[in-house]
């Protein structure tokens, strides 16, 4: 064994024993969420945020406006199947499809943010516009009633 060789394990072995956070990472994304999300409410969407760290990062949402984590949302106080807006394991956002009569202007037309943090520190995602474009039925004669009231004008 060269000496130069003997002297970095010994030194390696000390930094070991002496600190055992020298492996600690602070988080970093892997995937970032984008910064404009835009869906209908027939096919929901999803939105990834995914980091490392060492510890293994945490990951929550806030909306732009809060500083506490928003939770799962539902619509019948039930299952994730029924909910507007769901936190999926990996750490994704889900907003689930929904009908026209649970669209919510707070959930489906909001700014988000993902957080990521673990012992070593906090990082934040850029803001993420979601927009949900609602489509449905609609009453044809209400259709007709609004046009009839628009007059043009020539300019």
Request: net charge positive.
């Amino acid at each position: 064994m060269t000496p130069i060789y003997f002297l970095f394990t010994v030194l390696a072995l000390q930094v070991d024993a002496i600190s055992p956070t020298v492996y600690e990472r602070g988080p970093r994304f892997v995937i970032e969420p984008p910064v404009k999300v835009e869906f209908s409410n027939n096919s929901g969407a999803v939105i990834n945020c995914n980091a490392v760290g060492v510890p293994s990062p945490k990951i929550t949402w806030t909306r732009k406006e809060g500083l506490h984590p928003i939770h799962d949302l539902n619509t019948l106080q039930t299952t994730n199947s029924n909910s507007l807006r769901h936190i999926r394991s990996d750490g994704s956002l889900l907003f689930n499809p929904f009908s026209m009569e649970n669209y919510r202007p707070d959930i489906h037309s909001a700014t988000y943010r993902c957080i990521v943090s673990n012992a070593v520190g906090t990082i934040v995602s850029r803001d993420v516009n979601v927009k949900a474009v609602r489509f449905g039925a609609f009453n044809v004669d209400a259709l007709l009633a609004l046009l009839s009231d628009i007059t043009l004008k020539r300019v």
